[in-house]
């Protein structure tokens, strides 16, 4: 195809996942091989926009080869912190240091920007380029699958798999010990990664925050599993299950921000009074975001990178790249906003989980 020459940007924001690595992969093998372009890795997100000289590199096929498309994180950086609207300033301040970015994508010579980012980074990015004239695209990632219009996010299946294979480890032990085993999985405000981790790696009880429990009705379905069916379970919660009162159970961090965690010790202890059986409690946390990438997560990566390079290509921005019903398509950035948690009354997940006889706690 002829399109005249372009230099891109791109760049990975937000917490890391398996499969960014496959995506920027997908993006330098289509902006050079499809049309001879050149592509810049800016690096730390808008980190690398702030610094000057800017920092980013040149990416060609070597840098970011199928070798590297493989390994999990990311070969640009990223961050979670330091929104470029109310920047953290070293005297405690919040600085507004956009217009800074907006320079420093102008200083790159950019034609167009591809952001590999979950909701919140969208939100940001978007921003920016709104207010800078960048043309840009949105590609979505993250474990938590909460991205709006999208089936499925960069991350998620990794992370899914990831959880799977924790539960396929503990039952052997929960069932050598006749023990209850928590395993609590990450999520942020969803409970995806909970509920198919739950059915796949099969969980007795899976609690998920979309879905209200009560403390009895889980004990209740353990002391029946431990009468008849075998005499241990496995319950699988999700970070943002509160706590029988309704708390969110938060960890504060020395940076002063604070991330869910803790459900899982508090669930353990009560269920271990309640039924009268051991407990034991398995916290997976970011061993969830790392690991090679799956296969399903390497190729919506790469479809997802080949479809945002087309975009530029065709001038069509402000858009983010999406899967749906086994394609890749694109839809206004602004529906990367609308939060996707489950949809508790017509999932099919949920559906089948009762089918199965999982407790989702709710009776
Ligand atoms: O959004 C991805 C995620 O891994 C969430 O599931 C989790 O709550 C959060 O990020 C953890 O954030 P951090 O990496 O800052 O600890």
Redesign the pocket.
Known sequence: MTCPEKTIGVLTS????AGLNAVIHAVVARAILGYGWRVLGIQQGTQGLLRRPVDATPLDLHSASPAVARMAGTILGTT??GDPFAYPMPDGTFKDRSEEIIEGVRLLGLDALIGIG?D?SMAILRRLAQQGGIPFIGVPK???N?VGATESSV?YHT?VMVATEAIDRLQPTAASHDRVMVLEV???DSGH?ALAAGIAGGADVILVPEIPYTLEAVAAHIKKLRQGAHNFAIVVVA??VRDKTGAPVQLR?ALG?A???GIGHVLGEALGQMTGAETRVTVL??V??GGQPTWDDRLLACAFGVHAVDLVAEGKFDRLVVWQKRRVLDVPLTAAFDPAPLEVSDDTLVRIARGLGICLGDG
Request: net charge negative; hydrophobic share 15%.
């Open positions: 937000g917490g890391d996942c979670n912190r979950g919140g993250t474990i938590d909460d991350g992370a990450m999520g942020r990664i970070e943002a961090h921000n991330t869910y965690g946390g970011h969830q975001r």
